[in-house]
């Protein structure tokens, strides 16, 4: 015996969308709390995990409403919040409304990075469960190159490159279309990639070299490396050597001058400082040592543990285990993790998809996967040997 829905009364209605509004205040909110914990480096990133899995009861529920969701989201198309915008891009997508994701890109300043970043995270949130109106949006939305390099990146959707491909005018978008081409093994852009390796903007000619590198070309970049002649900072030490010195540093609080009063930002302008010297509001963090004696000694201490030829890290002959732990470290920067998850491709030619500005679930199964794959890889690759895009190298 089937059943007729009862009809919506108009305070039942009312009722609704208010609870509409309160999911999207609450998964608004926990969208802002797991992005500062992704990003401040004095709190372990996994924490970011307990506040996305309760965003996800309030998607969830928001998704169960049907069309009044969409009602109550829409007034906020032109949200200040980045919140908003990433929970209803989110419920957009999944109700197959793309003219509301329109409305948000319409909207966006392009100098406001946290907004646009907020959109791009919830259209590679649902890319997996939705590919091809993640592809229909960006395509609907190519004006925007820059979003459109960085999702279909991030998401992997290798069919979205023309869209982009010919979008290198400016090193913004040039950075992530290379990032693009290295995670979709496209070897069309191979030319593209060597003529970026010279280019002006640090970050082009990074993404430039990983992209190489993952399609298998390493000499191209080994000689484009020995002429940039950088030097060598504390955290690769660190990572070579896992010698654990460590420092104590203040990091000030970031003043916001659009938050202050006119008396405050008077004396910012006068004085330079807010605070008394020792009164900073701000954090003290544990970092790598940046102190050269304090290397020095360690190193005339322990010199003898390490052997010519050998590739090490952590202080032990590197393998997939050794790169795993690095990225699932909660004391590493971010930008040193990812590259550990880079080497993990390079070296051993496994790619499980990963990202350090991705929701913390999402990196935590992408080190389970890799954790599984060693296990089996044991009797492959000798602990300290050199391999590149899975063969020992000579």
């Known amino acids: 015996m089937s059943m007729t829905p009862t ?10 969308m208010a609870l509409c509004a309160e999911h999207l205040d609450e998964a608004a909110f926990l969208y802002a709390l797991g992005q500062n914990i992704l990003t401040k480096p004095s709190v372990p990133w996994s924490n970011a995990q307990a506040f996305e899995d309760r965003l996800d009861v309030h998607l969830n529920a928001l998704s169960m409403e049907g069309d009044l969701a969409i009602d109550a989201c829409h007034p906020r198309t ?65 004006a925007h190159p820059w979003l459109v390099a960085k999702v279909a990146g991030d998401a992997r959707l290798k069919h979205a490159w023309s869209l982009i491909a010919l979008h290198n005018d400016s090193p913004d978008t040039l950075a992530p279309v290379l990032r693009w081409a ?11 990639l060597l003529q970026s390796l010279d280019h002006d903007d640090g970050d082009v000619q990074a993404e430039a070299a990983l992209g190489l590198l993952r399609l298998g070309n390493n000499q191209d970049v080994i000689n484009h490396c020995r002429s940039q002649n950088k030097p060598m900072l504390a955290q690769v030490l660190e990572l070579i050597t896992g010698a654990g010195i460590t420092e104590h540093i203040f990091i000030p609080e970031e003043i916001d001058k659009k938050e202050l009063f006119r008396d405050e930002l008077e004396k910012l302008e006068r004085e330079g400082r807010l605070y008394p010297p020792g009164e900073e509001l701000g954090v003290t963090v544990t970092r790598i040592s940046q102190n050269p004696d304090s290397w020095r000694e360690w190193m005339d201490d322990n010199s003898r543990r390490f052997v010519t030829g050998i590739r090490y890290r952590n202080g032990r002959p590197c393998s997939p285990e050794c790169l795993i732990k690095n990225m699932q470290s909660e004391t590493l920067p971010g930008f040193l993790r990812q590259l550990a998850h880079e080497e993990m491709v390079i070296r051993y030619k496994k ?29 492959f690759y000798q602990p300290g040997q050199w391999y590149f895009s899975g063969l020992l190298m000579a």
């Open 7 to 16: 009809p919506l009364t108009q305070e039942r209605m009312k009722f609704t």
């Open 78 to 142: 032109d949200s200040s919040d980045p919140g908003d915008l990433y929970v209803l891009a989110r419920i957009a997508c999944r109700k197959n409304q793309p003219g509301l994701i329109g409305e948000m890109l319409d909207n966006l300043a392009p100098d406001n990075e946290k907004k646009i970043m907020a959109l791009c995270n919830a259209l590679i949130d649902e890319a997996p469960c939705h590919p091809e109106r993640v592809l229909d949006i960006l395509a609907t939305h190519a």
């Open 182 to 192: 290295g995670r979709i093994y496209n070897t069309d852009a191979v030319p593209l």
């Open 351 to 379: 790619d499980f998809p990963f990202g350090t500005d991705r929701r913390a679930s999402f990196q935590k199964q992408a080190i389970q996967k890799n954790e599984a794959w060693a296990k089996t890889a044991d009797n």
